[in-house]
């Protein structure tokens, strides 16, 4: 019996981890999104949103990627930023590994996030997320609240989506 101790990390990203995020973003998005998003749609978000320039570019942007690893080992991250509202943090990206997920990853995230947005200031949180994916009800469990369906076109694509929000209290 190994008696070692789990270590979780959460930290934010260098350099050196976009091709860790673009790793584990081909890893995630097939087993998550290929039974209710067309498979060209998710090749072509993937192309588009997840090689080192478009990272590089989105961090530009003002998004800051947290990156989770247990013993050394990434298997999720999570992206947020600032919205025009200063009240309002936005999560953009919440993955983790198939392997992994309902061991409270999401969670931490969720909580490491809520935790900075308050250090800033903001009041809630605010998501997009697939109307048709299974994370909305993980979502609902963390205390995110539909705020209201978004369809935003994408390429040949409409994206359909819930935007999710969440109340922080001190």
């Known amino acids: 019996m190994d008696s070692r101790k789990s270590m979780i990390e ?3 990203i260098t350099e050196y981890d976009l091709k860790t995020i673009a790793g584990l973003a081909h890893k995630i998005w097939w087993p998550t999104y290929s039974s209710f998003v067309p498979l060209l749609q ?3 978000m993937l192309a588009e949103f997840y090689n080192p320039e478009a990272l590089k570019s989105q961090i530009a942007q003002g998004h800051t990627f947290l990156l989770i690893k247990e013993n050394g080992v990434p298997f ?4 947020y930023s600032p919205t025009e509202d200063p009240s309002i943090v936005k999560i953009h990206k919440l993955y983790v590994d198939p392997d992994f997920q309902g061991k409270g990853a999401g969670r931490l995230f969720i909580e490491k996030v809520a935790q900075i947005a ?11 997320v697939n109307r048709h994916n299974p994370a909305v009800s993980f979502y609902k469990k963390m205390g995110f609240q539909i705020f209201k369906p978004v369809d935003t076109p994408y390429h040949q694509f409409v994206l359909e989506d819930f935007m999710m929000r969440k109340p922080l209290y001190h």
């Not at 999720?76 to 992206?79: A, E, I, K």
């Not at 308050?118 to 997009?128: C, D, F, R, T, V």
């Open 42 to 44: 998710i090749e072509t």
């Open 76 to 79: 999720g991250f999570t992206s």
């Open 118 to 128: 308050l250090e800033k200031g903001a009041q809630q949180l605010e998501l997009m």
């Open 10 to 12: 959460i930290n934010p």
